[in-house]
T-cell receptor, first 114, second 111 residues
């Protein structure tokens, strides 16, 4: 068990809808990362938050947004959903924001768009 | 060209075999090299973490970095059925703000 908790485990919704994915980092970790994993693209970095502030952005679409709350949990909001957004979404956490600090992953949220 | 290339496999070996998993990369600035193991329906789990060149050993696992060839490897000795999983490499530079992941190699160890 990595200590990173993601909810829900599965989400099924329709095109055009909006969903929110939730992540609780390991105790003591201040950084939260969001990734999208699809069969053909592998793990794609979306965004990082450190202690409540956005730290780095990757290949995140404008329809997607995230935030990290004072209790350090994070939410990833996906709107105007398209079929291509169907994927596994992972959250990872690390102690700080330094690049040499390994990331620990949750078990993901499987998003299916019908 | 992708930052990191990894043969997706699938790779199938008999129990007890030595397994070699590899990634190649194009950015010579990569300094941090990690290997993750991902079981089906689970998140990636950190296996090995190395900085710069050289080898690192942890039990049956050895991570090797060859910066001159831009090539990293993970060796698994005495492979077990429980090693059946997808293995992902992840790389980063000293100043980069994200890890670049390979697409993963699927490994099956047959009893």
């Amino acid at each position: 068990d990595s200590g990173v908790t993601q909810t829900p485990k599965h989400l099924i919704t329709a095109t055009g809808q909006r969903v929110t994915l939730r992540c609780s980092p390991r105790s003591g970790d201040l950084s939260v990362y969001w990734y999208q994993q699809s069969l053909d693209q592998g793990l794609q970095f979306l965004i990082q938050y450190y202690n409540g502030e956005e730290r780095a952005k990757g290949n995140i679409l404008e329809r997607f947004s995230a935030q990290q709350f004072p209790d350090l949990h994070s939410e990833l909001n996906l709107s105007s959903l398209e079929l291509g957004d169907s994927a596994l979404y992972f959250c990872a956490s690390s102690v700080g924001h330094r690049v040499d600090q390994p990331q620990h992953f949750g078990d993901g949220t499987r998003l299916s768009i019908l | 060209q992708k930052e990191v290339e990894q043969d997706p496999g699938p790779l199938s070996v008999p129990e007890g075999a030595i397994v070699s998993l590899n990634c190649t990369y194009s950015n010579s600035a990569f300094q941090y090299f990690m290997w993750y193991r991902q079981y089906s329906r689970k998140g990636p789990e950190l296996l090995m973490y190395t900085y710069s060149s050289g080898n690192k050993e942890d039990g049956r696992f050895t991570a090797q970095v060859d910066k001159s060839s831009k090539y990293i490897s993970l060796f698994i000795r005495d492979s077990q059925p429980s090693d059946s999983a997808t293995y992902l490499c992840a790389l980063n530079t000293n100043t980069g703000n994200q890890f670049y992941f390979g697409t993963g190699t699927s490994l099956t160890v047959i009893p």
